[in-house]
């Protein structure tokens, strides 16, 4: 397919009903004659004018039986006939040339068949039935998918319901794309008969949809003509500009390209390397955005070297010869081969530079990752095959060429869109997203999003609508916000809440990127319109009930955990309990508590507080140091208040637990916000026995929600068990002792 196969026919009046006598000349048919696509031919051998077509298709399959296509055509040409195109000509020609397009790819011979026959039900009285009858189910089932829906049954919604139908047929069968696809690239080719109106509008359809779609099946044959066609239709002024640095750069003496060709042709065959070595030129829309990103353009800029290798080995062997006797722009170099892209390409991508300081990029690749590139699933032939043992091996999207994974997710979400506009739209959103990661689950699956994606869409991908229930996620083994944007090859590990009435937030609209994330959210949404009012105002989960009633606990504001102003987040906390100041401990008999009685202090008639910076409790290591007032403070070992005493000097007095088991306790959880989470964390600490002195919580910051408890243990021995409990809490994702913090000398 070359350039000037590319550029459209001018726009020209809204042909009349009758044929005109003058024909426009025919794109890509070899200029056949009129009467070689009309004339006679015995029921024995091949019509002449799908000679080209069975030349090309027996370029890829040399055994291929023709008596299909034979038949296909008759039927095609029969019930066509005396139809004309706008253009002029026997609307027989666009069939013959959508086929001949797919056979160039190496299309096998079901989809040739379907290729021929795919306008007949639609525009002839040729009926689904007959076509399965006379050709099979397959052929049936590849023609209907491409039928469009009347606009006398669905009106405006025509097209976006085409499309939809078009693609759940996709998901059984991509070849249905394939046919789709070469049929809009014709199209194209011939649009400059339409009105200017018109062709804009289907441009921007092929712009929005089937590049895209040609992108994402890896059809890049069809993809580049495509994007030339619709440039020089949407930007005609730019397309021509582009047109004019191409043909100067064609008339300049002298191509460097073909120079660094050579080049390496001459390192490779030292290497003892078989290689085809192609210079390949850009397409108009790959010159205009390398012309748009380095501004003033060299002869290396309009093309790149393309190297054919036999092996996956030597693809390797020729990027080291170049990177050896060549200089290399490291910066530039991509592995496609280990790490294929998700619509099958393969190739290493690297760049070379002369000495006159351009940049040569080269491409290098297999004969088959080559196929594979240009013709992507048009190349893997009849999906209900044995798979070749070239299929057998890789990931599962390359094994399975009828369902990769992009296409699942979005026949998952356009069964849940409500209405074909929002099915419209949603659909251009989703194919502008035109790169995609990989990220892995922690029990080794893998879950393939839209570069962007975040946690919210890893979660409805997926666990489809019980994802609603998600409080937070881990990734690469952190907890991380639903908010966080994921990297390809992260690992994400989703934490479901245990609370049936787990509900989104509105918030989570902002931080979902994919289709099925945002339109289950939505529908969630539109359905409980209240909760999705009380959602507006809170941070983190929706919280439909209000503040939550049932969480009054002496010591403790639960406003915060429920979305309430900051302001109303405080400490029930009194001076000096915790923060090592002077004085005893309220609560507790002749300035000793429960814990610190449990403690002999080398040291008679002394008081002693256990250190509020590091809560130490049996068995805990501790130490204690003399301060103002008779006081012995008694601190963990590992408290860094403890090395500053040391540093300045401060004797440590000897101190050892007693009999006494009785203990108090500082400990921090941390948790996602969710209704009722003060009461569930509150109750659990009762169930354990275990007496809540104060408690603070923070104010929820991105979804977590900062608590801490001071709490009083009738045994130390019972702190783990009170942890576990409230670590099983729904929503608490860890629980700690407070950490020792440093503390001025003299405390």
Not at 515 to 536: V, Y
Not at 645 to 651: H, I, L, S
Request: charged fraction near 25%.
């Amino acid at each position: 397919m070359s350039a000037d196969a590319t550029n459209p026919a001018a726009p020209g009046p809204v042909a009349p009903a009758a044929p005109r006598r003058r024909a426009r000349p025919r794109i890509d048919l070899r200029r056949l004659g009129r009467a070689a696509l009309l004339g006679p031919a015995a029921r024995d051998r091949l019509p002449d004018a799908i000679g080209h077509v069975a030349e090309a298709h027996r370029a890829h399959f040399p055994d291929a039986d023709l008596e299909p296509l034979r038949r296909a055509y008759v039927l095609a040409e029969s019930s066509h006939r005396g139809q004309m195109r706008k253009s002029g000509e026997p609307y027989i020609t666009h069939p013959l040339a959508v086929t001949l397009i797919l056979a160039e790819l190496g299309a096998e011979t079901t989809t040739l068949t379907a290729s021929l026959l795919h306008d007949t039900v639609e525009d002839t009285d040729v009926t689904l039935d007959q076509v399965g009858e006379q050709f099979g189910e397959e052929v049936r089932y590849l023609v209907d998918g491409v039928t469009k829906l009347e606009k006398v049954d669905y009106g405006a919604a025509a097209e976006p319901e085409t499309f939809r139908k078009m693609l759940v047929a996709t998901g059984n069968d991509v070849r249905v794309m394939s046919i789709k696809l070469a049929d809009r690239l014709h199209n194209m080719r011939t649009l400059g008969v339409m009105r200017p109106e018109k062709q804009a509008r289907i441009a921007k359809v092929t712009r929005d949809v089937l590049i895209p779609l040609a992108e994402r099946l890896g059809v890049q044959a069809l993809k580049t003509e495509l994007e030339d066609l619709v440039f020089a239709i949407l930007h005609p002024e730019e397309y021509e500009c582009t047109r004019e640095l191409i043909a100067e750069n064609a008339a300049r003496p002298g191509d460097p390209l073909t120079e660094v060709a050579e080049q390496v042709r001459g390192v490779l065959r030292e290497a003892d390397i078989c290689a085809e070595v192609l210079v390949r030129p850009r397409h108009f829309v790959s010159v205009h955005r390398v012309a748009r990103k380095r501004g003033r353009l060299r002869g290396c800029d309009f093309g790149r070297l393309l190297v054919l290798v036999n092996e996956d080995a030597d693809c390797y062997g020729v990027l080291g010869e170049l990177h050896t006797c060549m200089t290399p722009v490291v910066s530039e170099f991509k592995d496609f081969i280990a790490v294929p892209k998700f619509n099958l390409y393969q190739s290493l991508h690297t760049a070379v530079a002369r000495e006159d300081g351009q940049v040569v990029e080269v491409l290098i690749r297999t004969h088959q990752m080559h196929k594979v590139a240009e013709a992507g699933v048009v190349a893997l032939g009849n999906p209900y095959a044995p798979p070749s043992e070239e299929q057998s091996t890789g990931d599962g999207e390359r094994v399975d060429p009828t369902r990769p994974g992009w296409l699942s997710r979005l026949l998952d979400w356009q069964r849940a869109a409500p209405d074909p506009d929002t099915f419209w739209s949603t659909l251009r959103e989703d194919l502008a997203q035109d790169r995609e990661i990989t990220v892995f689950r922690p029990d080794g699956g893998t879950l393939g999003l839209p570069e962007g994606a975040t946690c919210v869409d890893a979660a409805y991908a997926q666990y489809g609508e019980d994802a609603h229930a998600c409080i937070g996620a881990r990734v690469n083994g952190r907890l991380a916000t639903l908010s966080t944007v994921l990297r390809d090859g992260d690992t994400v590990q989703l934490l479901m809440g245990q609370d049936p009435a787990s509900e989104p937030s509105r918030e989570w609209l902002d931080h979902a990127h994919t289709p099925a994330a945002r339109i289950a959210i939505q529908r969630w949404l539109a359905a409980h319109p209240a909760a999705a009012d009380d959602a507006a105002g809170t941070a983190g989960r929706a919280t439909p009930g209000g503040p939550d009633a049932g969480s009054e606990v002496p010591g403790v504001t639960p406003a915060a955990v429920d979305g309430s102003p900051p302001a109303a987040a405080a400490t029930a906390e009194e001076p000096g309990r915790s923060d090592g100041a002077d004085g005893p401990l309220p609560g507790t008999r002749g300035g000793l508590s429960p814990a610190a009685s449990a403690v002999i202090v080398d040291q008679p008639r002394a008081t002693v507080r256990l250190a509020g910076c590091c809560t130490p409790v049996p068995p805990d290591e501790i130490t204690a140091f003399a301060v103002r007032g008779g006081v012995v403070t008694v601190h963990r070992v590992a408290c860094a208040t403890v090395t500053q005493m040391t540093d300045a000097g401060r004797p440590e007095v000897g101190v050892r637990w007693g009999d006494t088991t009785a203990c108090r306790v500082t400990l921090l959880a941390e948790s996602f916000g969710r209704p009722r989470l003060l009461a569930d964390l509150t109750e659990a600490i009762a169930l354990e026995g275990v007496e809540i002195v104060s408690a603070t919580v923070a104010p929820p910051t991105q979804q977590r929600v900062h608590h801490t408890y001071t709490l009083q243990l009738p045994d130390a021995a019972r702190l783990p068990a009170l942890m576990r409990a409230m670590r099983n809490v729904p929503g608490v994702y860890d629980v700690s002792r407070a950490q020792p913090q440093p503390q001025p000398p003299g405390s």
